[in-house]
């Protein structure tokens, strides 16, 4: 189960099948895809460890393309994990991005793109860490895989349990606010996995350049799901 191959041509039959992710009302022209790579040279205009001028310029921008959500990240090479150390260090340090990360108001409601059953969850709370984390667990014909979401608000484990089912299009967590969310402007990091190994609410969001052949072999493109035209590869 190490190869998302299999999963990513499923994802791609059932495309048109799943729910949002989100819950919000948006057009494709209404997505704005952040660049948080070393291209994007506004991210020299202001310090990215301050997590209020971080916040602003989400929303700076979102509020200047007219556009209701953020989107973007899956594989970027980003520099705005050197603000914390919970995430390496020098040639080691980890810094691409496996998820697709939503940018929105915090307490926006967090959706079940397919039937599934909670799987795991747990609060990771190192600095920059996902902070609240739900797992959910789905299959497609024969093929098992997991869904994370990560940086909800502590109130979105509450009654959860391991095996609980969430039902396709059932909003069952919502995104928190930077005091517990990992210290992030508001944002759902949305991540697909064909195998967890062994690991129980957490798994890497963001692996270094020599990992990254691996973690790409089983974390297949989130898009697949989330169907944004903007972000199709």
């Known amino acids: 189960m190490l190869a998302s191959n299999n999963l990513s041509t499923l994802l791609k039959k059932y495309h048109n099948s799943f729910a949002s992710v989100i819950d919000l009302s948006f057009n494709d022209d209404e997505v704005f895809v952040f660049d948080f790579s070393e291209r994007n040279n506004e991210l020299n205009s202001f310090d990215i460890d301050n997590i209020d001028q971080f916040s602003d310029y989400v929303k700076t921008k979102l509020h200047q393309d007219k556009c209701k959500i953020g989107a973007g990240g899956y594989l970027e090479n980003r520099i705005i994990y050197k603000r914390s150390k919970h995430f ?85 967590a919502e995104l928190g606010d930077k005091n517990e969310n990992g210290f992030w402007a508001p944002h759902l990091h949305f991540q697909v996995m064909t195998d967890l190994l062994g690991k129980n609410g957490d798994f890497p969001g963001v692996v270094s350049l020599d990992e990254l052949d691996f973690y790409k072999s089983i974390c297949p493109d989130p898009n697949l799901i989330l169907n944004l035209k903007k972000l199709r590869l």
Do not use: C
């Open 88 to 172: 390496g260090e020098g040639n080691n340090s980890r810094i691409i991005h496996l998820g697709v990360d939503l940018w929105a108001d915090a307490y926006t409601k967090i959706i079940s793109p397919l039937d599934g059953i909670i799987h795991s969850f747990q609060v990771n709370n190192n600095y920059g860490d996902y902070g609240p984390t739900i797992i959910l667990e789905h299959q497609i014909e024969e093929e098992k895989f997991y869904t994370l979401y990560g940086h909800l608000s502590l109130k979105s484990l509450e009654g959860k349990s391991q095996g609980m089912k969430i039902s396709k299009g059932e909003i069952f």
